[in-house]
Structure formats: structure tokens, C-alpha cells
Nanobody, 119 residues
């Protein structure tokens, strides 16, 4: 399985970016997908997740500004980021894991994509 992320870049504070991540290989559409981020000198943190059924979770720091969505048929997850702040600057990683109801436990990580928000 490979997760290919795209859409990062440089944007001014208050601007928007849209991240995309496409899964390939033997990937089950039932997997939970999401995004994590890691800022310089900080630990990787959860940004948002979405199950195949559409249950969504956001970090408090991005609620009301970021919107996650997915296309199950294409095994793709998106992150619409609006009202960006300099503190959103980080490398964003696409993530997928086995659904909660599955007996199997696995997870996948994509390569990071840099998001830089200038003040």
C-alpha cells in the first residue's frame, strides 16, 4: 500500500490550501483515513480523521477552519484548510489504519507534504 499526498505549499495567513492523498495497492475502502502534522521541534500530532462511514474527528486547534472529506470509491482523502495561521506550519502526513471493528491491526503513512503559512 502506498499513500501519495499532494497539495502543500506556501500561503499567507488567512489563506487556504487543499491537501489530497490517494491510496494505491491492496487498500481497503473500509480503512479510516486522516492527516497528522509535525512542526519543527514538536511531536507529530493528529489533525483529523474520517472513517469510511463518514465519522469525523478534528483536533481542537483546527475545528471550524479545516474540513476533511473522502472518496471511498477512489480511496482518496482530502483536507481543506481555510483561515490558515502561522502555527499551522508543519509537514502534513497522510495516514490510514484498520477500521475499529476489524480484528486486523495495521496502519500506513504517506510521505509528508510541507505547509508553510507566512504572517
Amino acid at each position: 500500500v502506498q499513500l501519495q499526498a499532494s497539495g502543500g505549499g506556501l500561503v499567507q495567513a488567512g489563506g487556504s490550501l487543499r491537501l489530497s492523498c490517494a491510496a494505491s495497492g491492496s487498500f481497503f475502502s473500509s480503512n479510516t483515513m486522516g492527516w497528522y502534522r509535525q512542526a519543527p521541534g514538536k511531536q507529530r500530532e493528529l489533525v483529523s480523521t474520517i472513517t469510511s462511514g463518514g465519522t469525523i474527528n478534528y483536533a481542537d486547534s483546527v475545528k471550524g477552519r479545516f474540513t476533511i472529506s473522502r472518496n471511498n470509491a477512489r480511496n482518496t482523502v482530502f483536507l481543506q484548510m481555510d483561515s490558515l495561521k502561522p502555527e499551522d506550519t508543519a509537514v502534513y502526513f497522510c495516514h490510514a489504519k484498520s477500521p475499529r471493528w476489524s480484528n486486523a491491526r495495521y496502519e500506513y503513512w504517506g510521505q509528508g507534504t510541507q505547509v508553510t503559512v507566512s504572517s
